[in-house]
């Protein structure tokens, strides 16, 4: 059994399709990780989300910030009153509920004996055990009765930090923003939402969340997409996938165990 993790798809379906052809994925013989944002902008989202919950035995996927976006938008929540053409067409869709029902019930983070899948990245204040934990209780709000509720507050910058006596929204959002939105934190480890360049672009004080001075060990291996000015990136143990292909970029893949294996497809399909 062959694992793949795959960066951020953003409805991007032919580049998928071509990717899986090149893995030669078949369902007896591998699996597969996504690093999230399998929706918005692409095009096809719907067709991405059609592929995932039929190979969903097959599938970890954890939530990006573009699929909490889209949950949002299917149960109301204004997103700054802008129509989203895509998000309406797996609404409108026959098996638009199934689909959606599945996407809310993705966890936000993974963690097993090959590592840790995350959308955006570990803050530098939890390992990979501690991050498993606070993600998990968004998860119970996110598949709970109240989820509307949940989503309805979900959005916003603050909290940037885990102070001590955050009421649950709160702490609730700081983990969606962690693991699904954070690029850059400064040197006490608030996370800088406002920064989206590539490191090294960077303005004085501000560190890619994985290189914060006396940051936390994740303690395994870490796959995360999110950030495309960041592209392919490979230290360990961070492993970043995300190399915009929504963008006119390439769709990565990297084989979890033989992580020589990399496989990318540039978007157009060449
Ligand atoms: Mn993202």
């Not at 199934?98 to 004996?113: A, G, I, N, S």
């Not at 001590?164 to 929204?169: F, I, K, S």
């Not at 994740?218 to 292909?245: I, M, N, Q």
Request: net charge positive.
């Amino acid at each position: 059994m062959s694992l793949y993790a795959i960066g951020d798809i953003q409805g991007c379906w032919p580049v998928l399709r071509q990717l899986l052809r090149r893995i030669g994925f078949s369902k007896k013989r591998h699996r597969l990780w996504l690093t999230g944002d399998l929706v918005n902008r692409g095009g096809q989202s719907l067709e991405v989300l059609r592929w995932a919950y039929q190979h969903r035995r097959k599938i970890v996927a954890v939530l990006g910030n573009h699929d909490l976006a889209l949950l949002a938008y299917a149960a109301g929540v204004h997103l700054r009153d802008k129509p989203n053409a895509e998000f309406d067409r797996i609404l409108a869709a026959e098996d638009g509920e199934t689909l959606l029902h599945w996407l809310r019930h993705r966890p936000l983070l993974h963690l097993d004996t090959d590592g840790c899948l995350v959308h955006a990245g570990l803050p530098p204040w939890w390992d990979a055990r501690e991050a498993r934990q606070q993600a998990e209780r968004v998860e119970t709000l996110l598949q709970g009765p109240d989820y509307r509720h949940f989503l309805r507050h979900m959005f916003g910058n603050q909290p940037d930090y885990p102070e001590p006596g955050l009421d649950e929204m709160d702490a609730a959002r700081l983990t969606v923003n962690a693991l699904t939105r954070m690029r850059f934190c400064d040197a006490e480890g608030r996370i800088n939402l406002k920064e989206k360049g590539a490191p090294a672009a960077e303005p004085a004080g501000l560190y890619p969340w994985f290189a914060v001075p006396g940051r936390k060990p994740p303690g395994c291996r870490v796959f995360f997409g999110h950030w495309s000015a960041l592209g392919l990136y490979r230290k360990e143990p961070w492993y970043g996938l995300d190399t915009g292909a929504v963008w006119g970029g390439r769709l990565t893949a990297i084989n979890v165990r033989d992580l020589a294996e990399i496989i990318q497809i540039p978007n157009p399909i060449e």
